[in-house]
């Protein structure tokens, strides 16, 4: 029963970070691969852990998986939002079949201060037509 | 088939074989930050491969390299789109 | 006897503290050294006439089997008494001569020591230790020759003769160390015995040879001896005693001293023969072209050093005695000579031969001093001069082949050394005062003293040869293995062929001396021909030298970092390689190596992707990525073959290392495309056959049995004993603490290190100011 | 296994002099970290390689009951990862430093102390 | 400030004897000390307060979230291995009504974590986030759906 | 007192590092404890060598862990001898660096870092293990990197990078080499991998094990052509740095090889022809690199190479005799090249520049400072009885009894063109006519300093000096204790015994 | 760089849990993986962490003292647990002494713990060293 829910939960777990993983092939652009590879890798190796939790049964054990799942839990978001903020300032483009950009213009150059409105001084503002990566 | 032999011969496989495809998206970016992300996803697979890779040997002691695995890999992230933030700077 | 040697020293050594008081009037009380031991040494005569030998030893170093062991017989001490007797003459001379000189103190520091060096050279016993009184003498006259030291040419001549005598000197330290290993002892009069064994030794030859390359590049001896006439830059005084009686004479007195050792085989004395033959013909033909007195000098000195390399080669009993007598004459006369040219040239402020001449109106000593030495130097009766050359000719003459060639060698030889001593001696005495030198003044008697008594001497041992004859001579020769109860000096001999030789040699020599006048011309003459003499050759050879030097240096040590690696690697890479191809016993067996799973081989896959990436990637920051790549999968590699600790603190560091670069790397260029696709092909094929090697060893190596007896003690103790069960923190901190401790501060002082190089700013006044360094200075030099 | 890790141990080294063959200094330090992996992981492999059986004694055991992998490779690996950290942050350093003064990433630039006799 | 303190303390003092696997007394003491020290090291003045009420909301935050993720990911996963792509993918603004840090931090993750969104940055002055999403096909409909969601449970817990 | 005393040496430097750290930006308390520290240390190294000489090779297990399992430090004649030497060459370098050192330079960790590099010296001489060796060689150029580098001029850092890269390439193939040891041998005491190593079967293998420790440590000792780093540094950092490296760095290298290859890699005569043909090149190369060098201080660091050239070959023969004139040179060298970088600093702070271009006159206005200097300059060539001569006498004799006459060539060669480069310089240097330099405002010149200063100055390079001269005159002492060391080195039973005595 | 409000929020939080980690691997090391230098690691990450994201001086201000001076307290630590029982029992360097008793958490206390904890200190010193200056310089 429990090689059951073991594999059950190493199944789901695995198949997640599959999906992940050919989320992060798949995806047009680079914020849609963050969005993807984030949120399904996370959960994909939370199982995974949740299936070893379940294995060793032990406290001990359990407890590094709970805090490994609580980091990454933790952690993930916040690289992703690192990840996806540096790459727009850096001029990453969306994918051509976007259908809004409302960070346009709210980025500053040398201030890196993110604008709440388009003011009155755009040539201080990031623009991505001017800008490529290497 | 037992729990180990599909660990072993199945879900193992099924991570490394991601992790393949992750390499692929690092290999071909394009931009870096796509590469930042492929290398952080790339070590939470890691992870999972770890924890699989314990159950199988009944070893126990290798999760604690996960659990550095976790606790360390997003300071990575961190330094990486840091510096791609600031190289702008000027 | 070590004191009457170590008494030089010790006054060179005082003078450093006390100099500034030997420089004025007391400076003559410096000769009461040389006078004293002279007056030592003298005592000793009688003792030697007697045929004893004088023996002392001390102990110095008993492990090299060397020790301070002197031994005093009819060559050491005639040489001895040379050394202290003329060294009076000249300390005392140099009171004079170099009045009022800022540095007299150092120079008879210099002299004394030099003093010193020589009479433990003529004392030594132990071949060590005459080796190092050997490289002293060089050393001291590197300083008297360069006592005029911001006189560039001084230095070059200083230079020129250190490098002569002290290639010589190895060439004696290699012989003694030869005879040595021949022998097992560094005594002479030890290896006087074994002399039949010596010479049957298969080494024999290059035993010789070393001794001759020391003998003839300290006296002089063709094509060796050119640093001689170079040296004559050194104040007459050195001149006078280094040049003429003592220094130059080491090679004859190692020669001599060498004879009944080594000896009386085909190669000794023929080598000697036409080594000494060469050198006295073309050195006295040499004087001819010369218009400087020392040159002349200098060069009628060489002559002279060949006449006796030329005997000791002859090696028969009269040519010893010869020699033993040519050695006592030429001392006379040369060093009289010497000082004579001291005194003009210290008179006049010129040696020039052309512009002298009627200065007896002025110095009459001297000019009777320079006469009676240049009639000495003529071998003319009744000077010691004449039983010298009659003995010279007579050994010629008996020699066992080859008569008339050797005949007329020497008897040209003695042709043109007449002329010089002419030249140098008469000349300057004779004929009409030049106006330029009407107001010269008259020397001093310290200065006039000395050589007027050397050439009274050169006439006294002629009139009375039986002076030295039994009491200085026969102790010589029979110091040199002969029997000389037979021999019996006198001044006149009969008349016989020999004397008809010495009437045509006078007869000659003074005609040529009113034929020839020393001319520029005749010097611009000879220089036309400097191309193909040995101090050129040597000098082209010299400046190929250092041509190789430069382009052997620059072409290893040619600024480029990768160069250096590529050569380390590829000597690394041929070596390896060259051992690999031949070792032939190396096998896998497979069967002891662990199966392939897929999720290894994808491991692997990944991170020689991730390898391959870092290294071509165009882009620093995907490098460092792909960096942390590499990381994980080693990570992953040491979670797979059980070892936690490991890929922890692998994983950590990696991200530790991808945070310094990121923090450093923005300031950093961009990657660049620096090397072109040639270099770039070549590094691949050497780094691709180093890693193959690598590989392969690593191969070899697992095909070994292993012991793990180690490992398995770690094991067994990690808890019981060490408390611990984790083995590899066991070790860390405990079976192999002391790693640790050292490990760690290693970090520290890197740290210390990177606060340093990050923090510290040289301020540019200070950096001026007590500047610990120098190229930054000197840069900054260049630029202005 | 062995054969593919001895491999790679062969690669690790001949990129890594390959790095260090390059001009860039930033590409000398990335070959300098590649090299010390080769050497770390040759130690490894040479110590031989045991699967799943890390050298820590069971919570309820003294002594190992099963088989162990050799701890002293691991102890040796682990010293010499944190020496060549140091190693490395130092070069990194002083890389950056002798960027900020020489001007220059380019190595063949830097021959200077070489040239001046 | 006293308390708050104290909460983290011993909520620290949980996850290390957690930790550890060691539940007795000493381990209690020994964490509790060792926390003490490493939260006076690092406090500098921050507020919280009202902890007790709060540790239910948080609970239905989280199942909430549970459910959201995995809706999401099957979603997503949905999207990613059929072949082709139907978003409408672009980046929104979406006005904030959480003021504190923690609370914006907690909004941001949550977006983030679930599939489908990604939140870029909160603009300086707080007013905004910046979201990224996969299906925007009524810009107000997605704005309401996060304030109503997320937010509203947010900020009930930190109220 | 015991064998606890091996480690004592080892202990000391540590404690002063660490207080050293303390007192971190205290200069003056650093200049003062450094040289008293050096003192003890010296006191310290004495104890120990006569201690050893009294009764023998002793050993200490630390960790009370028997060899082969636990880290051995093993003081023989050898190691004690050069704990001695270091002893001697830190104290005067300690001295010479209060004076000589920048002020900013010293409130960034010089002192510690020159403490622990001493301790690094200390305890690759004394450790019997060769994985701690390896450890004790990092701790070596790491605190070798900081100090030359301390300041980060131009001309440093670009040594510094050759400098840096080719160490770490060294201690790369060390540590490759210990790879494959252990993977042979399984072990890591030297004492032990002796009779290893011994019963290896494929000798093909052990011989390429040996190939990399050569190639690790020649690097390190500076032989051709692995030499590179040396001419490309070590004239670039503060003269105190340079007279401890120039003195004591590269002849850890040579520690290593003659360790090695006394005990564990014995006598295999195609290593040995190797070893013969490297020195060979050593000898020539290092000597005609000097020939053309203008800056003193490069002519100094090509002898280096040169002269480390006597004692490989001195290995390369690997006679008793051959060995013992290689420890003899090596005693020499350490005193008298420690000392050599120092007179380059005080030619420096007399005249501004080392430059051989500019140099001048010396000789005339500072007579006692020159003839004070005469001495190590003609000792280095070893103008009898100075202390570079004597050990020729072994290494030429033991040349013809092994009949290798291109070795003794070579000796000679060098010898000779060691000979014309000093009396060149002795030219150049002090006798040629002063040049006038600008003077440069606000240079610390020596003849500006006060007389306090300039002894801080005068009295290393005089205790140094007096070494020197002891280890000429004095000969036959230190004859005896390299004859003693070679016996040692050769019949290596008596090593071995004393490591692994609880094993038998 | 603009610190980011929801970095720095979360470093807040991850700050004290990852130096609660690192002890924790430090005082287990001697029975499972971890000690001293994976735990001082890990303690120099959640402060190179707290910078990223606070900036640099807000980290120094927690620190109270220069990272620099964590060096020679470690080393001394370090080293007078192996002088230790040379000075008190003259046995050889690095001899483990152990108190009799285990004690709860740590298991038996003895000599080598403290090395640990020297190192720990002496790894966490010298990575913040490093990082800071250069982050300072950068
Ligand atoms: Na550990
Ligand atoms: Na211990």
Redesign the interface.
Known sequence: MIDIIIGILATFGALFVLFAAIGLVRMPDTYLRISVTTKAATLGVGLVLMSTTVYFSNADVTSQAFVIILFLFLTAPVSAHLIGRASYFIGVKLWDKSVMDELRGKYQKNTHILKSVVDDTPEDNVDHTKMEDK | M??FE???Y??????????????????K?????????????????????????????????????????????????????????????K | MLTAILTGFLFSIFLVFTGRFFKGKLSILASLIPLGLFVYFFQFIPAIADGNVIMKSYEWIPSFNVDLGFKLDGLSLLFSLMITGIGFLVFAYTSSYLKGHEYMDRFYGYLASFMGAMLGLVLSDNMITLFVFWELTSITSFFLIGFNNTNPASRKSALTALGITGIGGLFLLAGALLLNNMTGTYSISEMLTMSEAIKSNEFYFLAVLFLFGAAFTKSAQFPFHFWLPGAMKAPTPVSTYLHSATMVKAGIYLLMRFTPVLGGENIWNTTLVIVGGITMLYSAVHTIFRTDLKGILAYSTISALGILVFLIGLGTQEAFLAAAVFIIVHALYKATLFLVTGIIDHQTHTRDVTRLSGLNKIMLPVGIAGILAAISSAGIPPTIGFVGKELTYEASYHSESMVIFLMIAIVLTKIFLLYAGFVAGIKPFTGKLPEEHANTKAPGFILWGPPLLLATLGIVFGVAPFIIESSLIKPVVEALGADASEMHLALWHGFNLIFILSLITIGVGTALYFIIKPSEKLEKGIARLDFIAPENLLEKFNALFVGFSNFWTNFFQNGYLRNYISIIILFLVVLVGYIMIGNTNFTIDYNSLSKITVYEITTTMILIAGIFYTVFTDSRLAAVAAMGVVGLSICLIFVFYSAPDLAMTQFSIDTLTVILFVLVLYKLPKYLKLSDYKTRVRDGILSTIFGLIITTLALQVLAEPVSKEVGNFYAANSYIEAHGKNVVNVILVDFRGADTLIEISVLSIAAVGVFGLMKLRLKMKDRRRYADTSLNVENENKKK | MEILLALMVGILYGTGIYMMLRRSMVKLILGIILLGNGANLLIFLLGRITKGAPPIIGSDAKVFVEAFADPVPQALILTAIVISFGLQSFAIVLVKRAHTVVRTDDLDEMNATDEDS | MMKNKFLSNILLTFVWVALTGDFSFENYLFGFFLNFHILWLITIGRNRSKYFLIVPKVLLLLVFFLYELIKANIEVAYEVITPKLNMTPGIIMVPLDVKSDIGITVLANMISLTPGTLSLDVSNDKKVLFVHAMYITDKEKFIRGIKDGFERRILEVLS | MNEQLILYPLFLQMAISIILMFGWARIKFQKVFSVFGSIVSLGLAIILFSYIWNNGTQTIQAGNWEAPFGITFVADMLSVTLVLLTAISGLAVSIFSGASVLKDRLRFGYFPIFHFLLLGLNGAFLTGDIFNLYVWFEIIIISSFVLITIGGEKAQLEGAVKYFTLNILASMIFLTAIAVLYGITGSLNMADLAGQIAEVENRGLVQITALLFLIGFGIKAGVFPLYFWLPASYHTPPFAVSAIFGGLLTKVGVYALIRVFTLIFVDDPFLNNIIMIIAILTLISGGIGALVQNNMRKVFSYLIICHIGYMIAGLGMFTEMAIAGAIFYLIHDIIVKTNLFMISGVVYRIKGTNSMRDLGGIYAKWPKISLLLFIPLFSLVGIPPLSGFWPKINLIKAGFTNESYITVGAIIFASFITLVIIAKMWAEVFWKEDKELPLRSNFGYFSKMTSAKRMQFVVPVALLSIVSLYIGFGAEHIQELSARIADELVNSQGYIDAVLKSKN | MRTTIILKTASNYLLPVLLVFSIFILLRGHYLPGGGFVGGLIASIAFILHSFANGLNKTKELLIMHPGFLLPIGLAISFMSGLAPVVLFDLPFMTGLWSHDPVAILGSVGSALFFDIGVYLVVTGVTLTIIFTISESA
Do not use: C
């Open positions: 037992t729990l599909y660990l072993h199945i879900i193992l496989p099924v991570l490394v074989v991601s992790a393949v495809l992750i390499l692929w998206r690092f290999i970016g394009p931009s870096i930050a796509d590469k930042i992300v492929a290398l952080d996803l790339l070590i939470t697979t890691g992870i999972g491969v770890i924890a699989v890779y314990s159950v199988i040997y009944n070893q126990s002691t290798l999760m604690d390299t996960a659990l550095i695995l976790a606790l360390i890999a997003f300071l990575s992230t961190v330094a990486l789109s840091y510096y791609l933030e600031k190289r702008r700077r």
